[in-house]
């Protein structure tokens, strides 16, 4: 794709109510742009990165055995009374012309329960995982954090329905598995820990997926022996030791932000739908639920953290919006930027060709740098002469001259 | 896939607070769900529909130019105010906890304008298409027709940005031959019209793409010798002759369902707003707008509408949920139904094979009927016997007894 035909620009100075790194980068490299607090737009660069996030997601929910669908925004408000759910302080409520009073899914319990329950009668309907990539609206009242807290954002939610316990967890334990794979494939795997929280009314833990940056808004404490960690909300309830290998936790606490989490529903939401199922015995028997989410966007904004210097974001090949951003720097050097283009085009490999004339090659440098794509190639009146190309990674800061079958051999 | 593995299963029986065809068949076929009026889930059938419907589109829309984006629903109230349409009785009115007046978006003219805004400058900016496929809220006082009239309803709305006159009306022009090519992609075209109507107050006609099915809402009068309608809303202004040729109209009317529209918004929104650029000889100038809609779930319903007879939906290839429905009618025949399904994998021809064993002949045949995928394949003792297939195409009376070799070639 050409540079000059995307309309965003990349701004130089940092927005000034953005106080977090990935707001800043992600607005300033025209990924997102707000329309107010807690609320996004995702232009041309931000959507393809999103996209890619989603099918990593979609990919391994599938794999696992996810069914997807697609549920709406709006629900009506008998669903939450069913629940007792009506009075939470996130919902936007708001009503239609004739007076029927709905709101906005925060979640969506109260939708795929009654919806399951049309299809599921006997045993043999179990288990199901159900899931969507959906828009979440959440009434914060401190929104916050860039794409970290919105009001509206988008979310991956999986539901999954058993015939007993025993079964919920193997499917619970796999979830662990496949969410695990999810954060490592989108680049954030080792900053990344699986993290006791609260449970809420019906567990006594919830599990959280907890990414470790300073612009996070938890704080957790890292077990000294094994890969979990413990969320500060429970650390008393945990009396400061694992609740998994009953090592102590670190005393030093970790700035994280919750990109994934998984709550074992048992039937709390079955009960107030009674969904139920007939057991090989005939019984009626009350359906065990388990939910599981992933914060896309909030995932992109915590990518883009981890990921980044003070240049800019540096995007990780499996979720950059291209792979390879070429730079020529002189008007003899765009149409060998243009044979370079078409080369890795053979290959499938997307690029982003900046071909604006009217901008220096220490502007162009510095828009890289801050759009952060993977592969740096600098075509340059030197680099003709010594018939090669430039190329640099985001994340290293050595450049080498090397021919463009060199350049691609990287992608075999 | 295999059939018995979807959660869905189909009904029996009609809804019967549903009376058009596509309402019925969608929700017996498993392929939406009712959560209120005018407000449906899309399962997993009727999602890899619209997949491959947003696909058509976004392909299209794509080669024109468009660049696509993803902007919020919830909108801040200041937007209305500024056009002067915050009292429109289709928006969705609710507040944040701050007491921050927000609205849902039926459209998005009061966000994309001052989005582009920001990066238009100069006449270099312009012209400029952007896009996006996104969920809209409409407070209709009743909603109807199963998908075709909705509370929630997925849009592709595009806003093109031009310096004059003459390059919008290139562009507009340009987007009807896309939109002719989606409809036809889709398998309307030939069922689908380009229709004069009401332009609002900013232009004397707008243009409509009516899809003539009795279950439409509007009534429009063909031309008698052009390709053209006009809605019944306009017919009087153009005093019965057609806007374009200038022959009379049909006075036969017929029934039909807006499936696109494309505005001419002229200085409308930029206007409001202030958008302007500077042209070569550094005067400010007002940005000329036009937007252009299409309903993609209300394109799903037209086509089921359209396909449709007394036994269910005839989904056209191009947006079938799969494209091969195998029917094993014994369990001798299931192995070799696996083998039939391997080969057209390898094609990578979208298979869904009814492994269910619980299920009749005669429940198979009528299933595969009311689901709509173009090809049936039946594997039985009788067709092993003959070393063949079963093949009837959804749209056909006549069944033939082919091998697989011969089957596979009417995918070259």
Redesign the interface.
């Known amino acids: 794709m050409l540079q000059s035909?995307?309309?965003?620009?990349t701004l130089r100075d940092s927005p000034k109510d953005e106080t977090s790194k990935n707001a800043q980068y992600l607005i300033r490299g025209g990924f997102v742009?707000k329309?107010?607090a807690g609320?996004?737009?995702?232009?041309?660069l931000g959507?393809r990165v999103?996209k890619r996030i989603e099918n990593i997601i979609r990919e391994e929910i599938n794999a696992a055995g996810g069914?997807?669908?697609?549920?709406?925004?709006?629900?009506?408000i008998e669903n939450y009374t069913t629940t007792g759910r009506e009075a939470i302080?996130v919902l936007?409520?708001?009503e239609?012309?004739?007076g029927?009073r709905?709101v906005?899914g925060q979640s969506h319990e109260e939708?795929i329960v009654p919806?399951?329950k049309?299809?599921?009668e006997s045993y043999r309907?179990l288990p199901?995982a159900?899931y969507q990539i959906q828009?979440k609206?959440r009434?914060?009242?401190r929104p916050k954090s860039g794409i970290f807290r919105g009001?509206?954002f988008l979310m991956k939610d999986l539901y999954s329905f058993h015939a007993d316990e025993d079964d919920f967890d193997r499917y619970y334990k796999t979830i662990q598995q496949v969410y695990k794979k999810i954060f490592d494939r989108a680049g954030i795997g080792s900053a990344t820990v699986r993290t006791f929280a609260s449970g809420g009314t019906f567990s006594k833990y919830s599990l959280e997926f907890q990414t470790i940056t300073d612009a996070g808004e938890d704080t957790i404490f890292l077990c000294e022996r094994c890969s979990v960690a413990v969320n500060d909300e429970v650390k008393d309830d945990c009396k400061n030791t694992c609740p998994e290998c009953k090592k102590p936790l670190s005393h030093e606490p970790k700035k994280s932000i919750e990109v994934g989490n998984i709550f074992p529903l048992k039937t709390r939401f079955s009960d107030a739908f009674n969904l139920s199922y007939k057991d090989p015995d005939g019984k009626q028997k009350p359906v065990i639920m388990g939910c599981y989410g992933i914060g896309v966007t909030r995932l992109m904004g915590a990518i883009a953290e981890v990921h980044s210097d003070e240049h800019g974001i540096i995007w990780p090949e499996s979720v950059a919006p291209f792979l390879v951003h070429i730079l020529p720097l002189s008007k003899a050097a765009i149409p060998e930027a243009k044979r370079v283009e078409l080369s890795l085009a053979e290959k499938s490999i997307p690029v982003l060709l900046d071909d604006r004339e009217d901008k220096s090659a220490g502007e162009k440098f510095s828009d890289a740098d801050l759009i952060g794509i993977p592969w740096r190639v600098v075509i340059s009146d030197n680099t003709i002469k010594k018939e090669g190309i430039e190329v640099k990674k985001r994340s290293e800061r050595e450049a080498k001259i090397m021919s463009v079958e060199e350049f691609l051999d990287q992608f075999l």
Do not use: G, W
């Open positions: 035909k995307i309309f965003t620009k742009d329309l107010m609320v996004y737009s995702y232009l041309p959507l999103l069914q997807e669908i697609f549920m709406p925004a709006i629900h009506p302080d936007f409520h708001t239609t012309q004739t029927h709905i906005l939708v919806l399951v049309k299809f599921i309907d199901l159900v828009t609206f009434n914060e009242l009001r509206e």
